[in-house]
T-cell receptor, first 116, second 115 residues
Framework: AQKITQTQPGMFVQEKEAVTLDCTYD???????LFWYKQPSSGEMIFLIY??????QNATEGRYSLNFQKARKSANLVISASQLGDSAMYFC?????????????FGQGTTLQVKP | GAVVSQHPSWVICKSGTSVKIECRSL??????MFWYRQFPKQSLMLMAT?????????EQGVEKDKFLINHASLTLSTLTVTSAHPEDSSFYIC???????????FGPGTRLTVL
């Protein structure tokens, strides 16, 4: 069974609008972490945002926010005021167990295209 | 932020040869590094966990004798693809977790093409 599911292979958004990228996860661990990474065409993986399973507030980093709904096991990424440079592949990832384990499991990814 | 480097950024080799890829943490010590492989238009798949001073832990289905990992120091892990074949052509990317932090930082990746 998929541990991390991203159901949107591709998304379009108009420049300056907000967009939500979906991510659901499956784990029986109580302690886990959720990550979002951006991968532009160059291939580098750029860390965007992190949410710990015990964090009560949704994580925010600039234009990025993570809509964490623990009961629904979802961790959607919201990008506000989209920019052309946001066009890239976006991966949701999960780390099971405490932070010192470190191993990440990735979703299938969502390709985001920002239209001018 | 923390920086992880990889070398080379790309390599083309003949079938049957071995290729070594280096992963370095530039401004922090990493007792654990991770090696991933990514085929075009696909997700990252964890290959192995590299532990400083001990044997690597390989994921199911990854041949440890084909993908040799050495983590000889707190800042360097190497992945050697032995007797490479065209099906090994892929994007190999390493990562490291900054001690005391949740973030995991990735190197820029190495694109391997085996002819």
């Amino acid at each position: 069974a998929q541990k991390i599911t991203q159901t949107q292979p591709g998304m379009f958004v108009q420049e300056k609008e907000a967009v939500t990228l979906d991510c659901t996860y499956d784990t029986s661990d109580q302690s886990y972490g959720l990550f979002w990474y951006k991968q532009p065409s160059s291939g580098e993986m750029i860390f965007l945002i992190y949410q710990g399973s015990y964090d009560e507030q949704n994580a925010t980093e600039g234009r990025y926010s993570l809509n964490f709904q623990k009961a629904r096991k979802s961790a959607n990424l919201v990008i506000s005021a989209s920019q052309l440079g946001d066009s890239a592949m976006y991966f949701c990832a999960m780390r099971e167990g405490p932070s010192n384990t470190g191993k990440l499991i990735f979703g299938q990814g969502t390709t985001l295209q920002v239209k001018p | 932020g923390a920086v992880v480097s990889q070398h080379p950024s790309w390599v083309i080799c003949k079938s049957g040869t071995s290729v070594k890829i280096e992963c370095r943490s530039l401004d922090f010590q990493a007792t654990t590094m991770f090696w991933y492989r990514q085929f075009p238009k696909q997700s990252l798949m964890l290959m192995a966990t590299s532990n400083e001073g001990s044997k690597a832990t390989y994921e199911q289905g990854v041949e440890k004798d084909k993908f040799l990992i050495n983590h000889a120091s707190l800042t360097l892990s190497t992945l050697t693809v032995t007797s490479a074949h065209p099906e090994d052509s892929s994007f190999y990317i390493c990562s490291a977790r900054v001690p005391g932090h949740n973030e995991q930082f990735f190197g820029p990746g190495t694109r391997l093409t085996v002819l």
